[in-house]
């Protein structure tokens, strides 16, 4: 790369460019205003002359090399474009200025603006924020320091950002589970949320709501009391700490609550915490905080506000790509890849709907299928449908394009059993006992073609 050449137009932006911490392949000129003969800025080699006529020639330019021009001034600034034109026709100008617009500045095809202010403002404002983030760790630091033992309380079944969401801020009050336990009123049930424990080494301690009384620290995390039903624990009318981004609700106390509902997770709060306080970031809670975001905006889709692109973007930097993997893909039992083996054999796409029917298998099995399903040709929709113990279970994609997923599945268990989800991704459980009670059989064949038609009323209906 060629040297940059900065040329600065007196005195005070010379000092400007050197308070930034001027680089080594920087050449630095000025050119001093009237009056401003004598204060050489240190570094800075004057321009001898002036923008006179040839006064870049003096530079000793060469090909590739890149200017700064640093000026508030119209004219100057159009004069050193035009001496730079002539040395090196598509030279690549920065123009530095907080007052020179777009229109006062010369047609050129490599030239580009801005401005200190707009360069600094923005880091200015994003340190205010850390800030405001790191004062807030201080005090939930010092409410909770001296405290014996705290319930990290999520809802019941947790999803990944609650969890991770618990776990950092464990760490953030430099606990382990003996004195911080991450706990919940009801346990991990989604195999996928298992699995994705099991991989960063999570344990959520299933209790009862009397037992909070044991602690003498209280956090929710992902979660206010309302969750717990009309009449929780009297302890859970008074909390130590909140933090979630769902609405706001009210019929509580808490001496600390962070609650910011533009954004997509807790998981982001929660990061911008551990980036506020310089917290050291190992790849596990990085990944786990990552899976958290991902899972609760859909990859960055649904809800997702710029803090959570930020957040992600953060931790991706120190994120292991294989334990996302493991907690995305997690293994497949081997009478799962067979029962997707007979499935398959049978494997068809009509009216944009691909159908697997796998039979008895572990039911986190069904939605991998499901998510490789839609990848056959021309399916706009894929459902993946096992059997678990005594229920039908299925999991539904679709293009994202097409009827919303949570809707149609709402529709096909309608008086049957229970299922709802999102735009692109839904789940649905029919017990065999309903099930057989409307087709008389439950073997593959009658599942498989009860379920088509129903999805295929549900999707192609006419609601005008
Ligand atoms: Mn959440």
Same mark, same amino acid.
């Given at each position: 790369?060629?040297?940059?050449?900065?040329?600065?137009?007196?005195?005070?932006?010379?000092?400007?460019?050197?308070?930034?911490?001027?680089?080594?392949?920087? &050449?630095?000129?000025?050119?001093?205003? &009237?009056?401003?003969?004598?204060?050489?800025?240190?570094?800075?080699?004057?321009?001898?002359?002036?923008?006179?006529?040839?006064?870049?020639?003096?530079?000793?330019?060469?090909? #590739?090399?890149?200017?700064?021009? +640093?000026?508030?001034?119209?004219?100057?600034?159009? %004069?050193?474009?035009?001496?730079?034109? $002539? +040395?090196?026709?598509? *030279?690549?100008?920065?123009?530095?200025? #907080?007052?020179?617009?777009?229109?006062?500045?010369?047609?050129?095809?490599?030239?580009?603006?801005?401005?200190?202010?707009?360069?600094?403002?923005?880091?200015?404002?994003?340190?205010?924020?850390?800030?405001?983030?790191?004062?807030?760790?201080?005090?939930?630091?010092?409410?909770?320091?001296?405290?014996?033992?705290?319930?990290?309380?999520?809802?019941?079944?947790?999803?990944?950002?609650?969890?991770?969401?618990?776990?950092?801020?464990?760490?953030?009050?430099?606990?382990?589970?003996?004195?911080?336990?991450? +706990?919940?009123?009801?346990?991990?049930?989604?195999?996928?949320?298992?699995?994705?424990?099991?991989?960063?080494?999570?344990?959520?301690?299933?209790?009862?709501?009397?037992?909070?009384?044991?602690?003498?620290?209280?956090?929710?995390?992902?979660?206010?009391?309302?969750?717990?039903?009309?009449?929780?624990?009297?302890?859970?009318?008074?909390?130590? %700490?909140?933090?979630?981004?769902?609405?706001?609700?009210?019929?509580?106390?808490?001496?600390?609550?962070?609650?910011?509902?533009?954004?997509?997770?807790?998981?982001?709060?929660?990061?911008?915490?551990?980036?506020?306080?310089?917290?050291?970031?190992?790849?596990?809670? *990085?990944?786990?905080?990552?899976?958290?975001?991902?899972?609760?905006?859909?990859?960055?889709?649904?809800?997702?506000?710029?803090?959570?692109?930020?957040?992600?973007?953060?931790?991706?930097?120190?994120?292991?790509?294989?334990?996302?993997?493991?907690?995305?893909?997690?293994?497949?039992?081997?009478?799962?890849?067979?029962?997707?083996?007979? *499935?398959?054999?049978?494997?068809?796409?009509?009216?944009?709907?691909?159908?697997?029917?796998?039979?008895?298998?572990?039911?986190?099995?069904?939605?991998?299928?499901?998510?490789?399903?839609?990848?056959?040709?021309?399916?706009?929709?894929?459902?993946?449908?096992?059997?678990?113990?005594?229920?039908?279970?299925?999991?539904?994609?679709?293009?994202?394009?097409?009827?919303?997923?949570?809707?149609?599945?709402?529709?096909?268990?309608?008086?049957?059993?229970?299922?709802?989800?999102?735009?692109?991704?839904? $789940?649905?459980?029919?017990?065999?006992?309903?099930?057989?009670?409307?087709?008389?059989?439950?073997?593959?064949?009658?599942?498989?073609?009860?379920?088509?038609?129903?999805?295929?009323?549900?999707?192609?209906?006419?609601?005008?």
């Amino acid at each position: 790369m060629g040297r940059r050449i900065i040329i600065c137009d007196g005195a005070e932006s010379a000092r400007l460019w050197s308070r930034i911490g001027a680089d080594l392949s920087e &050449e630095l000129t000025w050119v001093p205003r &009237e009056g401003e003969g004598r204060s050489r800025p240190p570094g800075f080699r004057i321009l001898q002359g002036g923008l006179d006529e040839g006064a870049i020639a003096k530079l000793d330019p060469q090909a #590739d090399e890149e200017y700064a021009l +640093v000026s508030d001034d119209g004219p100057w600034t159009r %004069l050193a474009v035009r001496e730079i034109r $002539k +040395v090196d026709e598509d *030279a690549s100008i920065l123009v530095l200025s #907080d007052e020179l617009t777009q229109e006062d500045l010369p047609d050129h095809a490599s030239l580009r603006r801005t401005g200190w202010k707009t360069l600094i403002r923005d880091d200015i404002n994003e340190e205010f924020d850390h800030l405001a983030n790191l004062h807030r760790v201080a005090k939930i630091r010092r409410l909770l320091d001296q405290r014996e033992k705290i319930a990290i309380l999520v809802q019941p079944d947790p999803d990944p950002d609650g969890i991770a969401s618990a776990y950092a801020l464990r760490t953030l009050l430099g606990r382990k589970r003996t004195t911080a336990p991450i +706990v919940s009123f009801g346990e991990v049930q989604r195999p996928e949320n298992q699995a994705f424990c099991e991989a960063v080494g999570i344990d959520v301690k299933v209790i009862a709501p009397e037992e909070i009384a044991d602690f003498d620290g209280l956090v929710l995390v992902d979660v206010q009391p309302n969750v717990f039903g009309e009449n929780p624990p009297a302890r859970l009318k008074s909390v130590d %700490l909140v933090v979630d981004h769902h609405p706001e609700r009210s019929g509580y106390e808490a001496t600390i609550r962070d609650i910011r509902t533009s954004y997509g997770a807790t998981s982001s709060i929660v990061t911008e915490y551990l980036r506020a306080t310089n917290s050291e970031l190992n790849a596990k809670l *990085a990944t786990a905080l990552l899976y958290g975001i991902k899972s609760d905006t859909q990859y960055l889709g649904r809800e997702t506000s710029r803090r959570d692109m930020q957040s992600f973007a953060f931790l991706h930097a120190s994120h292991s790509p294989a334990l996302l993997r493991r907690i995305e893909r997690p293994a497949l039992p081997l009478p799962g890849l067979r029962a997707l083996g007979r *499935a398959l054999a049978q494997a068809e796409v009509r009216d944009g709907i691909h159908m697997l029917v796998l039979g008895h298998v572990r039911e986190d099995v069904i939605p991998q299928v499901a998510d490789m399903a839609l990848q056959a040709q021309d399916a706009e929709w894929a459902i993946a449908v096992g059997i678990v113990n005594r229920d039908i279970v299925f999991s539904v994609r679709n293009v994202g394009y097409v009827r919303a997923a949570g809707e149609v599945v709402r529709a096909v268990v309608e008086g049957l059993g229970v299922g709802g989800g999102h735009r692109s991704m839904a $789940k649905g459980i029919i017990p065999l006992k309903a099930f057989r009670e409307v087709y008389g059989r439950a073997d593959r064949a009658q599942i498989r073609s009860a379920l088509y038609d129903a999805f295929t009323r549900a999707i192609y209906r006419d609601d005008g």
